[in-house]
């Protein structure tokens, strides 16, 4: 039988490539093929260009997705590696996520100058994010903690830590980890105060909804367990996140038998929080989350938008 050479594409910062290179190499022992046989191809989106402000006020979705997805549709590569928790909840009806590899951990870390832990900052210390919901935990537990915009890869994200611009950062452990970088982490933050986004620590795969080789292909890499994590993550972000501009997290995870799933949305500066936990059956996971969501929904008396 001979497989038809399959082309992936991704973006080109160095967290992308190095999950786009533990696809492949997944992808060629699972085809008996080599590595080489698979093409890459790096392709530049909205979000790489844009360095100087926060993507929630750049016109929101897809800003990682849209180039890629035109390149599947355009039949210039056959698949597209991402981290989930860029994917955004509604795609292009030719575009389907094929699916998900196993997750690693979902942990936020913390980064802290000269090896601090964050209750260890000083009074009135300044923590480096672009995410709304980490500015958000942190401020739940230290009001006193300014945040400013910190943008970036990784490695830039590091080096303003080291380099004293900021007392501190919080990263996904899972993104560290993939660049070998996790000895950098000063500290393992807990899932009670920093549940992680929607989507955090998977890697999702998407390729044409109409392309049954490239799926079939995929299908013995992808993760069950993960995908329905993620149906649930999911549906609970497209229930509440109409802006991008409100702080939301959400986890779910296989209990046994149970689909067991957590999601709160907080106010901007960490002062209300707003949580649901619901579990069920793995085959509901989209219905749990829908429910989650919508039980905030009626919590808030002035929508989503009230909290930012
Ligand atoms: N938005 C950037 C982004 N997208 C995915 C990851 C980490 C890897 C992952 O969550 O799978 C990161 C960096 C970070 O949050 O530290």
């Given at each position: 039988?001979?497989?038809?050479?399959?082309?992936?594409?991704?973006?080109?910062?160095?967290?992308?490539?190095?999950?786009?290179?533990?696809?492949?190499?997944?992808?060629?022992?699972?085809?008996?093929?080599?590595?080489?046989?698979?093409?890459?191809?790096?392709?530049?989106?909205?979000?790489?260009?844009?360095?100087?402000?926060?993507l929630s006020e750049s016109g929101g979705k897809g800003l990682f997705t849209k180039e890629l997805d035109s390149a599947l549709i355009a039949g210039g590569i056959d698949l597209a590696v991402h981290s989930s928790k860029d994917l955004p909840t509604h795609l292009p009806t030719e575009i389907i996520v094929a699916g998900y590899l196993p997750r690693e951990d979902v942990r936020d870390v913390f980064i802290g100058r000269g090896g601090m832990k964050l209750a260890e900052l000083p009074q009135g210390a300044t923590v480096g994010t672009a995410s709304l919901r980490r500015a958000a935990q942190v401020k739940r537990l230290r009001p006193d903690i300014k945040t400013a915009l910190l943008r970036g890869n990784v490695e830039t994200r590091l080096k303003k830590v080291e380099s004293g611009e900021f007392d501190g950062t919080l990263l996904a452990y899972a993104g560290l980890k993939r660049l070998g970088l996790a000895d950098r982490a000063t500290e393992l933050l807990p899932l009670e105060s920093f549940l992680p986004a929607a989507g955090q620590g998977a890697i999702g795969i998407t390729c044409r909804a109409d392309d049954a080789k490239t799926r079939a292909a995929l299908a013995p890499i992808l993760d069950a367990a993960t995908g329905f994590a993620l149906a649930a993550e999911r549906s609970f972000l497209a229930v509440l996140d109409g802006s991008c501009r409100t702080p939301i997290a959400a986890y779910a995870r296989l209990e046994g038998e149970n689909l067991v799933f957590s999601g709160e949305?907080?106010?901007?500066?960490?002062?209300?929080?707003?949580?649901?936990?619901?579990?069920?059956?793995?085959?509901?996971?989209?219905?749990?989350?829908?429910?989650?969501?919508?039980?905030?929904?009626?919590?808030?008396?002035?929508?989503?938008?009230?909290?930012?």
């Amino acid at each position: 039988m001979t497989t038809p050479p399959l082309r992936i594409g991704t973006r080109g910062s160095p967290l992308a490539l190095a999950q786009t290179h533990m696809t492949r190499a997944l992808l060629a022992r699972s085809l008996g093929v080599a590595e080489d046989s698979i093409a890459i191809e790096i392709i530049r989106t909205t979000g790489d260009v844009i360095q100087d402000r926060a993507l929630s006020e750049s016109g929101g979705k897809g800003l990682f997705t849209k180039e890629l997805d035109s390149a599947l549709i355009a039949g210039g590569i056959d698949l597209a590696v991402h981290s989930s928790k860029d994917l955004p909840t509604h795609l292009p009806t030719e575009i389907i996520v094929a699916g998900y590899l196993p997750r690693e951990d979902v942990r936020d870390v913390f980064i802290g100058r000269g090896g601090m832990k964050l209750a260890e900052l000083p009074q009135g210390a300044t923590v480096g994010t672009a995410s709304l919901r980490r500015a958000a935990q942190v401020k739940r537990l230290r009001p006193d903690i300014k945040t400013a915009l910190l943008r970036g890869n990784v490695e830039t994200r590091l080096k303003k830590v080291e380099s004293g611009e900021f007392d501190g950062t919080l990263l996904a452990y899972a993104g560290l980890k993939r660049l070998g970088l996790a000895d950098r982490a000063t500290e393992l933050l807990p899932l009670e105060s920093f549940l992680p986004a929607a989507g955090q620590g998977a890697i999702g795969i998407t390729c044409r909804a109409d392309d049954a080789k490239t799926r079939a292909a995929l299908a013995p890499i992808l993760d069950a367990a993960t995908g329905f994590a993620l149906a649930a993550e999911r549906s609970f972000l497209a229930v509440l996140d109409g802006s991008c501009r409100t702080p939301i997290a959400a986890y779910a995870r296989l209990e046994g038998e149970n689909l067991v799933f957590s999601g709160e949305v907080l106010r901007s500066d960490g002062g209300e929080v707003f949580s649901s936990s619901h579990s069920g059956l793995p085959v509901d996971a989209a219905l749990i989350g829908y429910h989650a969501g919508h039980d905030i929904l009626r919590r808030l008396p002035h929508g989503v938008a009230g909290l930012a």
